[in-house]
């Protein structure tokens, strides 16, 4: 099992920053992939940015070029964050870490509001 806390989000105007964390706890040692998605009102969840372990990262394109995923290894929890830059107001949406792991099994964060204004 792996336990993922996110914090992060908020309120802001078009055009500023957010950074957004994942801590993962656990059962760390098996992860395959640490992705991020969104969903917006009224729409489908979506895969922001997707990380492999061994392998090269994968952005959206609504999101190339205004965000960074990174991550840092802990002796027993991985943090992961998420960099969003250029903000507009259809990046609007709940945000969520996602682990996948070797196994196939997945987990999810509980989500943080990303909110831009115009």
């Known amino acids: 099992q792996v336990q993922l806390v996110e914090s992060g989000g908020g309120l802001v105007q078009a055009g500023e920053s957010l950074r957004l964390s994942c801590t993962a706890s656990?059962?760390?040692?098996?992860?395959?992939?640490m992705n991020w998605y969104r969903q917006a009102p009224g729409k489908q969840r979506e895969l922001v940015v997707s990380l492999p372990r061994d392998g090269n990262t994968y952005y959206a394109e609504s999101m190339r070029g205004r965000s960074t995923i990174s991550t840092l290894d802990g002796k027993n929890t991985l943090t992961m964050w998420l960099q969003l830059n250029s903000l507009k107001p259809e990046d609007t949406a709940v945000y969520y870490c996602?682990?996948?792991?070797?196994?196939?099994?997945?987990?999810w964060g509980q989500g943080t509001q990303v909110t831009v204004s115009s």
């Open positions: 996602n682990i996948r792991d070797l196994y196939m099994s997945e987990y």
């Open positions: 656990g059962n760390i040692f098996n992860i395959n992939t």
